[in-house]
C-alpha cells in the first residue's frame, strides 16, 4: 500500500493587510466579507490520462505497479476525487471519447453536471471536456476550437480547445456571463511556433466569446494543460499580455526541454495572415473593399488608421493579447522556492497545467488608451495546495493507487463581484 498525499485549502483572503494569510484549515472558510449579492464558484483543471496515450506511452510508467496502469481501476479513483472536490465546473482533458460515452459523462451527468465535449481532430480519440452543475449555470453557448487547418501547412496538429459562455443562476440580481475555456496545447517541446499559434487561436475564440455589447469582456477563466512551464515564453505571454519573440528557438518557447541545438528561429510572423488571427490575438474582420470617396468624407479615417496599424503589426516580432489573466498557482513553495509540480512520471515532473483567470483590479483607475481592455474580475478565493516532486515519490510518483493519473487536479474557488 502506498501512502496518501495531503492538500489542504489556502484561502486567500487580502481585502485588507491584517487579514491577508493563507488558512491550512479544510473545515473553516473564513467569511472575507459579507456575502449578499456575491456568486461563488469552484473550477477543477484535471488531465485524467486517456488509457489510449498511456498504453502509448508505457515506458513513461515502468515505475508503476501493473494493476494501478488498468482503466477499470483508475476510472473509479477518478470518479471518487471528482466527487469529493465536488466542483462547479470541470475542465478535463485527455477524456477518450469512448469512455466518456460509454461513463465519463453518464458518471458525471448523475453527479449534476452538463457536461459538453470537444474531440481531437485526427486519430488520437482523445479530447477536452467542460462539465458544469446544473444547479449553478445555464449553458448560453457551445464554441469548439480546431487547430488543425488543412490551409496552415504550420497546423498539422490535432489538438483542440472548447470555450463555453455559462449564465450564473443567481435569484436575485442580474449577472454577467462567464467564460471558461478549456484546452490541451501540443506536446512536442521543439514546436513552439505551434504552441503559441494553437494559444492565439484559443484566445481569439475568448476573445469573441466573452466579448460584450459595451466592448468590454465578461470575466474569463482559462484552464488547461499548456505542456509549457511557468516563466517559459509562452507562460509569460499568458500572464504579461505582450511577448516579443525576436530570435527566440522554437524549442525554447515551451521551457520543457534546455537542448535548442540546431533550432530554428521564430519567423516573424509566426503565423501566415491566411490563419485570420491578428498579432493581438483576435479574429481580423474581413474589411469591405472600400470604395474612395470623392468628397474627401471624413468619417473614414478611423478606418484607415486602423489598417496602417494591422499592417505595421506584421513586420514586427510583438504579441500582444487583450486580457489581464492571472494564475491561481504561483508554481513555486512560498518558504522554500522548491518547485511545484501539475505531472510526474518517470521522464519529467513539471508544472505544466494552469488555472488562469481575469483578476478583479483593486481599484485601479482605467487608463485612457490603455494596451489592456477592460475585462471583468474574479476574486480568487482559495485553491487546493499542490506538491513538490519529492512529495510525489514518497507515493511511487503518478499513478498510483490512490491518484489515477499522471496529472494533479487543480482547484480554485471563485467570487464574481456583481
Ligand atoms: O505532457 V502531457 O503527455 O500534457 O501529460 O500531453 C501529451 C503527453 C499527451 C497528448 O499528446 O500525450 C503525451 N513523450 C512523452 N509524452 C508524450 C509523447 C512523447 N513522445 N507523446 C505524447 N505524449
Redesign the pocket.
Known amino acids: 500500500m502506498e501512502g496518501t498525499i495531503q492538500r489542504h485549502w489556502e484561502y486567500i483572503c487580502n481585502h485588507n493587510k491584517e487579514n491577508t494569510k493563507i488558512l491550512g484549515d479544510e473545515n473553516v472558510d473564513p467569511i472575507c466579507e459579507d456575502r449578499e449579492n456575491k456568486f461563488e464558484f469552484s473550477v477543477m483543471s484535471y488531465?485524467i490520462l486517456s488509457q489510449d496515450?498511456l498504453e502509448d506511452?508505457s515506458h513513461?510508467y515502468k515505475h508503476c505497479r501493473r494493476p494501478v496502469l488498468h482503466w477499470s481501476f483508475r476510472f473509479p479513483n477518478i470518479l471518487k476525487e471528482i466527487k469529493h472536490f465536488d466542483a462547479d465546473v470541470l475542465c478535463l482533458q485527455e477524456v477518450q471519447e469512448d469512455h466518456y460515452g460509454t461513463e465519463i459523462r453518464p458518471s458525471l451527468e448523475s453527479l449534476g453536471y452538463h457536461c459538453e465535449y470537444k474531440m481531437r481532430t485526427g486519430r488520437k480519440p482523445d479530447g477536452c471536456a467542460i462539465c458544469f452543475k446544473h444547479s449553478k449555470f445555464s449553458l448560453l453557448s457551445v464554441n469548439p476550437v480546431e487547430f488543425y487547418r488543412r490551409d496552415v501547412p504550420l497546423l498539422d496538429r490535432d489538438n483542440v480547445g472548447l470555450v463555453l459562455l455559462l449564465q450564473p443562476k443567481i435569484p436575485s440580481a442580474a449577472s454577467p456571463a462567464i467564460c471558461v475555456a478549456n484546452t490541451?496545447l501540443l506536446?512536442n517541446p521543439r514546436r513552439g511556433d505551434i504552441k503559441l499559434t494553437q494559444l492565439a487561436m484559443l484566445l481569439a475564440e475568448i476573445s469573441s466569446v466573452a466579448h460584450q455589447k459595451d466592448g468590454s469582456f465578461c470575466p474569463i477563466v482559462m484552464c488547461g494543460?499548456f505542456?509549457s512551464v511557468p516563466g517559459s515564453p509562452l507562460y509569460s505571454f499568458i500572464k504579461e499580455g505582450k511577448l516579443n519573440y525576436e530570435g527566440l528557438a522554437i524549442g525554447k518557447v515551451s521551457g520543457q526541454e534546455q537542448s535548442s541545438r540546431g533550432q530554428r528561429i521564430l519567423s516573424i510572423p509566426i503565423w501566415p495572415p491566411n490563419l485570420g488571427i491578428s498579432q493581438n490575438c483576435v479574429y481580423e474582420v474581413q474589411q469591405a473593399p472600400k470604395v474612395e470617396k470623392p468628397d474627401g468624407d471624413l468619417t473614414q479615417p478611423e478606418l484607415d488608421k486602423t489598417e496602417v496599424l494591422v499592417t505595421a503589426e506584421k513586420l514586427s516580432s510583438n504579441l500582444q493579447h487583450h486580457f489581464s489573466l492571472s494564475s491561481v498557482y504561483s508554481h513555486y513553495l512560498p518558504d522554500t522556492g522548491i518547485p511545484e509540480v501539475t505531472?510526474c512520471h518517470s521522464?519529467s515532473a513539471v508544472t505544466?497545467d494552469y488555472i488562469f483567470y481575469s483578476a478583479e483590479k483593486e481599484g485601479v483607475a482605467e487608463q485612457p488608451g490603455a494596451e489592456v481592455a477592460l475585462v471583468g474580475g474574479l476574486k480568487l478565493l482559495a485553491r487546493l495546495s499542490l506538491l513538490t516532486e519529492q512529495d510525489l515519490w514518497t507515493v511511487n510518483g503518478l499513478p498510483n493507487e490512490n491518484n489515477s493519473s499522471?496529472?494533479l487536479p487543480l482547484l480554485a474557488k471563485f467570487r464574481l463581484e456583481l
Open positions: 488531465n496515450l506511452n513513461l490541451h506536446y494543460d505542456n505531472t521522464r505544466v499522471d496529472h
